[in-house]
């Protein structure tokens, strides 16, 4: 199935690939589609390894859209700085290889279903706010995490374009998903100091 992500996240891949695009130039382009589309855009490069510096500032731009959509927000809007960032050429040409083999995935779970769910202003507040939370959880300094919220950031971003009420209610239960795991990190993190002197005895 061709799907308006896989085609609009390429082709804007391609001429980030050509010449720098910076994410207002993004937003102008693509309208409402904006939000979902760039939170798929700021959420796939977590999915592999990304040159240091990037990860804060497109963790930052990813939870200022989904905030707004958590707010009922339907023109996205980025701080200057956020704004004026470009993806640097090489990142590009990258990520536009892993997008394609991405999309070939997204293409075969993906449908429109569900409409009135999916079409809902309360469904567009409440996946705003998952992915908002995701994007905390994105950005804690856990090494090796990233790729575990950013996948269902991308799937909650997908589905909401596609208009696929099914895959948000799985997104939904990956957020779930993704707090529990978080939560017992932060459970072992905090039980370690009390657990490491009894295995050494």
């Not at 930052?60 to 701080?79: D, F, T």
């Not at 990956?174 to 657990?195: C, D, E, K, S």
Request: proline share 7%; aromatic share 12%; with cysteine.
């Amino acid at each position: 199935m061709n799907l308006r992500f896989s085609q609009d996240i390429e082709s804007l891949l391609q001429r980030l690939s050509d010449q720098p695009l910076t994410l207002r130039q993004i937003l102008a382009e693509t309208s409402e589609r904006g939000f979902s589309l760039s939170l798929g855009l700021l959420a796939l490069p977590f999915l592999f390894p990304m040159p240091p510096g990037l990860s804060t500032i497109l963790g930052l731009g990813c939870l200022i859209l989904a905030v707004q959509m958590a707010m009922g927000r339907k023109s996205p809007w980025l701080p200057k700085k956020i704004a004026r960032f470009e993806f640097p050429r090489k990142f590009s040409l990258k990520l536009l290889h892993n997008a394609k083999r991405v999309n070939k995935f997204l293409g075969k779970v993906v449908r429109h279903r569900w409409l009135s769910i999916a079409e809902s202003s309360s469904v567009w507040r409440i996946n705003g706010f998952c992915i908002a939370w995701l994007t905390i959880l994105l950005m804690l300094p856990i090494p090796f995490t990233n790729p575990i919220p950013a996948s269902a950031i991308l799937l909650l971003a997908v589905a909401t374009l596609e208009a696929d009420g099914l895959l948000i209610f799985f997104g939904y239960g990956l957020t779930v998903l993704n707090t529990l795991f978080f939560g017992f990190i932060g459970y072992a993190l905090w039980q370690a100091p009390h657990l490491l002197p009894n295995l050494f005895r």
